[in-house]
């Protein structure tokens, strides 16, 4: 049974980013996950996630200046530096919420410049090798630039190669199936032979990232292949309501977990 994580940065917007970890709860999801929590202090988001017994599924490294469209900058041979001291600067984070899985984000750049390529290779390598020990796993994640122009990472062969390259054991892919589809689309087979090296799974309907069984998908088939093929890790909702959140909730109900 997909064990599902609730986005908090796009899901139950209608409150407060605090509020919406009991409005999680609440809705029967188990875990949460959401891009960057380092506006709010480390103990403040772990008292949430204890209050409402919730796991922390996901989260991104720093990306550098997100309020100004940077989406990370791992692929910059000018910035290796300031991605380790990013990771250092998120380790209360991580420590306080327990969290498992980290995205690097890769950031703009042309994936034909093999200094670009070098630089991301080096920076994957060394935050992957940073958090080894602690049994975390980073994970890359291919973007469609239809939504995000000129990400560097927008191949899924290009990262599987990437992760057998470095041959990290804790280096894994985030498997987000809007983007697979509108990069490549061939979902089921890709989830088949990429499985082995997924380390985190996204959903949302396409073509309008909304909740899933509203596009062109058939999410539950999708649901239930992850089944088949014994994943086990976690479903990661990163849709936008079309409306209140709770409101669009019709399609969780076979994975609701009741709470009493």
Not at 54 to 71: H, I, K, M, S, V
Not at 108 to 137: F, K, M, N, P
Not at 162 to 177: E, H, S
Not at 195 to 215: D, F, K, M
Request: one cysteine or more.
């Amino acid at each position: 049974m997909p064990r599902f994580a609730a986005n908090l940065t796009l899901m139950f917007t209608e409150v407060p980013f605090l509020q919406r970890f009991g409005r999680a709860a609440a809705a029967g999801f188990d875990a949460v996950e959401y891009l960057f929590p380092y506006e709010v202090a480390p103990e403040t988001i772990a008292a949430e996630l204890a209050r409402h017994h919730l796991t922390q599924a996901l989260f991104n490294l720093p990306p550098g200046d997100w309020a100004a469209g940077e989406p990370g900058f791992a692929c910059d041979p000018a910035r290796f530096d300031e991605g380790i001291a990013a990771l250092e600067m998120a380790m209360p984070w991580i420590r306080a919420t327990g969290v498992r899985r980290l995205h690097l984000m890769a950031g703009i750049g042309d994936r034909t410049d093999r200094q670009r390529v070098a630089a991301y290779a080096r920076t994957v390598a060394a935050v992957a090798d940073r958090l080894a020990d602690g049994g975390i796993d980073v994970l890359i994640e291919p973007i469609n630039r239809r939504d995000m122009p000129g990400y560097f990472l927008d191949d899924f062969g290009f990262a599987a190669d990437l992760i057998a390259d470095l041959g990290r054991p804790n280096l894994k892919l985030q498997f987000d199936v809007y983007h697979r589809q509108i990069l490549a689309g061939d979902v089921t087979m890709a989830l088949r032979r990429l499985l082995p090296i997924v380390g985190h799974v996204q959903i949302a309907s396409v073509p309008a990232r909304a909740e899933p069984g509203t596009g062109e998908l058939n999410d539950a088939f999708l649901f239930a292949e992850l089944d088949r093929l014994g994943y086990d890790g976690f479903v990661g909702c990163e849709y936008r309501p079309t409306a209140a959140t709770e409101a669009g909730l019709d399609w969780f109900t076979p994975w609701r977990h009741r709470r009493a």
